[in-house]
T-cell receptor, first 112, second 115 residues
């Protein structure tokens, strides 16, 4: 079945630092890949997505590239802000299964 | 993106009681999903609700504990029955708003604490 393995946190960075959160997946077929973000006390928001190999999703300075050869979808941001403090979830959907499969989430804290 | 609202946003309930959570979407959608997020954990799919048919439950979830209604294409309810402290979680509904994009949008969640 489908699965997502996500870098365990928590991750603590200083403002303006570079961020990488690793995500690898296992799936049959050709899934779509997503990053969702959950700010403190809120629900999930779609951050970015990629639907086929070599696609790059981007939003709010975050980027992730769909790498089929390494089955990865790592999240990156060049300069984080305090307001980026949240839990980030990698997820996939499709292939042989319509259900959305989530990673365990990574808590990011950015200090001023 | 879809505008999804949930009621209540949070509640504190007594053991043995039941709570019904409502999910309202601003446009018609075929599939609606209910998830549970236990404290500090990821999301687990409870069931998929299609209008006009019985909900499809995931392994470990049963209709007697989590009955779901889907009376039309913009609304669904999830009831958490005979609650215990282990049911304390965030419950989220989500929808497929854009056909063939595989993108799910989530409601703000209902934070439930069972004492």
């Amino acid at each position: 079945g489908n699965s997502v393995t996500q870098m365990e946190g928590p991750v603590t960075l200083s403002e303006e630092a570079f961020l990488t959160i690793n995500c690898t997946y296992t799936a049959t077929g050709y899934p779509s890949l997503f990053w969702y973000v959950q700010y403190p006390g809120e629900g999930l928001q779609l951050l970015l997505k990629a639907t086929k190999a070599d696609d790059k999703g981007s939003n709010k300075g975050f980027e992730a590239t769909y790498r089929k050869e390494t089955t990865s979808f790592h999240l990156e941001k060049g300069s984080v802000q305090v307001s980026d403090s949240a839990v980030y979830f990698c997820a996939l959907r499709g292939g042989s299964n319509y259900k959305l499969t989530f990673g365990k989430g990574t808590l990011l804290t950015v200090n001023p | 993106s879809a505008v999804i609202s949930q009621k209540p946003s949070r509640d504190i309930c007594q053991r043995g009681t039941s709570l019904t959570i409502q999910c309202q979407v601003d446009s018609q959608v075929t599939m609606m999903f209910w998830y549970r997020q236990q404290p500090g954990q990821s999301l687990t799919l409870i069931a998929t609700a299609n209008q006009g048919s019985e909900a499809t439950y995931e392994s470990g979830f049963v209709i007697d504990k989590f009955p779901i209604s889907r009376p039309n294409l913009t609304f669904s309810t999830l009831t958490v029955s005979n609650m215990s402290p282990e049911d304390s979680s965030i419950y989220l509904c989500s929808v497929d708003r854009e056909p063939n994009t595989e993108t799910q949008y989530f409601g703000p969640g209902t934070r439930l604490l069972v004492l």
